[in-house]
């Protein structure tokens, strides 16, 4: 089974956040791990290196739990979706 880790860069568009945090099944959907950086356009990055598999994840923007517009969704157990990415 091959598990090389691929580098894969999140962003979300949120020039009005205060925080956002990248959160997700690779980091057991902590809310405080993997805080984001903003750059000059307001868009908000964070660089992983995931595993081949799927993973689930959201941002949470300013403690909202918002989706990647960008990015394909799934139904999650609480009613509501989250993005996925197939690696």
């Given at each position: 089974?091959?598990?090389?880790?691929?580098?894969?860069?999140?962003?979300?568009f949120a020039p009005q956040a205060e925080?956002?945090?990248?959160?997700?099944?690779?980091?057991?959907?902590?809310?405080s791990s993997d805080p984001m950086k903003?750059?000059?356009?307001?868009?908000?990055?964070?660089?992983?290196?995931?595993?081949?598999?799927?993973?689930?994840?959201?941002?949470?923007?300013?403690?909202?739990?918002?989706?990647?517009?960008?990015?394909?969704?799934?139904?999650?157990?609480?009613?509501?979706e989250n993005n996925v990415v197939y690696?």
């Amino acid at each position: 089974m091959n598990q090389r880790a691929k580098r894969i860069e999140f962003k979300v568009f949120a020039p009005q956040a205060e925080k956002v945090y990248l959160c997700g099944s690779f980091n057991n959907w902590s809310e405080s791990s993997d805080p984001m950086k903003k750059d000059s356009t307001g868009t908000w990055k964070k660089i992983k290196m995931l595993s081949e598999g799927i993973h689930e994840y959201k941002y949470l923007v300013d403690g909202d739990w918002t989706l990647d517009p960008e990015c394909r969704t799934t139904p999650n157990e609480f009613g509501t979706e989250n993005n996925v990415v197939y690696l």
